[in-house]
C-alpha cells in the first residue's frame, strides 16, 4: 500500500467513514471505495462487503481482486443507567460495540456501577442522542421505563437511520408510549421501528437474561436474520 493511498485511508478511518480497499491481486492496483470512480462490479462487491462486514475476492475485467471493507464501530447507545444496562454494556462491549451509557440522574450514571472504561453521558437523553448523532451503525435502548427520559430519546432514535431501536416494557406500556409519540407527530410506519416489548423471548427473568435477548435481537437484526418472538421485559 502506497504511502498516499494509506493516508488516505487512515483519514477515512479518522472521519469514522464506512470505506473499503479493493486491491487487484494481479497487480497490486488499490482502489479506495467510495472515494474513487471503480467498475461496477467492484462498486457492488465492496457496498456488500461493507454491509456484511467481511472481506470477499471479486472478479472484474478478467482479474482477481480482493474486497477489504473497513467500518467505523458499531455503537450501542444504552438509555438508562439501570441494572439491565449494567449486565448488557460488558456483553455488548465483548461484540465489539463502543458502548455510551446516556442518564441524567448521577447516581445512576457513574464509574463505580459501570467502570471506567464505559462512556457516560449525563445529559437529558435528548440533548445526548442529538450530539451522538445515531446512523446507521447504531443500535438504540432504552430502559429507564420513565417517559420523561425515554421519549425524548425515542423522538430523536426515530428521526435517525439507526438499525435498531428498541424499549423496555410490557405490551401495555408500549401501547401507551406509542399513543405518546403518535401524539407528538410520529405515524405507524415509524413508531413500528420500535422493538417493544425489547429482547427476543427466551422467558428472561433476570437483569443479565434480559441483556442477553436484547443483545441477541441487534444480532439479529444486524446480520439480517430472522427473529424469533418477542420478550415482554
Not at 3 to 31: I, K, N, P
Not at 115 to 130: F, H, I, K, Q, Y
Not at 173 to 188: M, N, S, Y
Not at 210 to 219: F, G, R, W
Request: charge should be neutral.
Amino acid at each position: 500500500m502506497k504511502a498516499d493511498f494509506l493516508a488516505r485511508l487512515q483519514a477515512a478511518q479518522a472521519e469514522g467513514r464506512a470505506v473499503a480497499v479493493l486491491t487487484c491481486l494481479t497487480d497490486g492496483t488499490q482502489f479506495l471505495y467510495p472515494d474513487d470512480t471503480t467498475p461496477a462490479p467492484l462498486a457492488e462487491a465492496a457496498r456488500a462487503a461493507l454491509r456484511s462486514d467481511k472481506a470477499a475476492n471479486q472478479p472484474a475485467e478478467g482479474t482477481e481482486w480482493f474486497i477489504h471493507p473497513h467500518n467505523p464501530k458499531l455503537r450501542l447507545i444504552v438509555v438508562g443507567a439501570v441494572h439491565v444496562a449494567q449486565a448488557l454494556v460488558p456483553m455488548a462491549a465483548g461484540l465489539g460495540f463502543a458502548v455510551t451509557v446516556v442518564d441524567p440522574r448521577r447516581a445512576f450514571a457513574n464509574t463505580d456501577r459501570f467502570g471506567a472504561d464505559v462512556t457516560l453521558r449525563d445529559e437529558w437523553p435528548d440533548e445526548a442522542m442529538v450530539a451522538l448523532a445515531p446512523d446507521s451503525r447504531t443500535a438504540i435502548v432504552t430502559l429507564t421505563h420513565d417517559p420523561k427520559l425515554d421519549d425524548p430519546a425515542l423522538e430523536v432514535a426515530l428521526k435517525s437511520p439507526a438499525f435498531y431501536i428498541g424499549a423496555l416494557g410490557s405490551r401495555r406500556t408500549h401501547a401507551k408510549r406509542a399513543a405518546r409519540l403518535q401524539e407528538a407527530g410520529f405515524d405507524e410506519a415509524a413508531i413500528a421501528r420500535i422493538a417493544a416489548p425489547v429482547g427476543l423471548d427466551i422467558a428472561a427473568v433476570t437483569a443479565p437474561e434480559i441483556a442477553l435477548s436484547i443483545l441477541a435481537e441487534i444480532v439479529a437484526r444486524r446480520r439480517g436474520a430472522a427473529l424469533g418472538g418477542r420478550g415482554g421485559a
